[in-house]
Every structure is written in structure tokens, then in C-alpha cells.
């Protein structure tokens, strides 16, 4: 199973769309079972499909990844690992801004 959230997009200083977000490719973080019960695109959170965040039982690395492409239409490029540093494993909630001269500021 693919799990991932928290897309943010950037425009490099080349042109390129860069999308940075937050994933798994091998397990689904919190109850370890997909979240199938949805509004609108929103998660209805119930105990039967998709735990809540504060009765989770498996927490998974959540790393953060980019993914590139000349035209917001793709082709995207594969998902690149995002070096962490001291946030390991964990959910960054990046949200960067690349600079004119290719250098990226992290929030």
C-alpha cells in the first residue's frame, strides 16, 4: 500500500514543478488499515474504517519525499528521499520555498 499526505507544491528557479509531501510505500500509518470511508475528499474518522490520530496503534516512518516534472500535467518524476537530519523518521510538515539561486528554505 502507498500512504502520503500533506502535498506542497514550489516552482524551481529552471521552471520545473517540484511537489514535496509526506509518505509510506510499505505500511499505513495509525490502525494500519486504509481509510475507505470518505466526504468530499475528507476522512470520516470512525473506530469500524480509520482510527483517530489520538488511538493509534502503529506508527510507521513518515518520510518526506519530491517529486519533479517541466509541466504540472507530468510526467512526474519517481518520489526522491528528502534528507531529514535530526527529524529522522518522523512527519516534517515541510513546507519549502526554492530560491532564485536553486536553494531550498525549509519550514
Not at 12 to 34: K, L
Not at 54 to 78: F, K
Not at 81 to 94: A, K
Request: proline share 10%.
Amino acid at each position: 500500500p502507498v500512504w502520503g499526505h500533506e502535498p506542497t507544491a514550489a516552482r524551481a528557479p529552471t521552471g520545473e514543478y517540484v511537489v514535496f509531501f509526506t509518505a509510506n510505500f510499505e505500511e499505513i500509518p495509525c490502525s494500519g488499515a486504509e481509510c475507505k470511508n470518505s466526504d468530499n475528499g475528507n476522512t470520516v474518522v470512525d473506530e469500524e474504517h480509520c482510527l483517530p490520530d489520538t488511538q493509534c496503534s502503529t506508527y510507521p516512518d513518515l518520510l518526506t519525499y519530491m517529486i519533479y516534472a517541466n509541466d504540472p500535467t507530468g510526467p512526474w518524476s519517481e518520489p526522491v528521499l528528502i534528507p531529514t537530519g535530526v527529524f529522522g523518521s518522523t512527519d516534517t510538515n515541510l513546507a519549502p520555498m526554492i530560491m532564485d539561486d536553486g536553494s531550498l528554505i525549509g519550514l
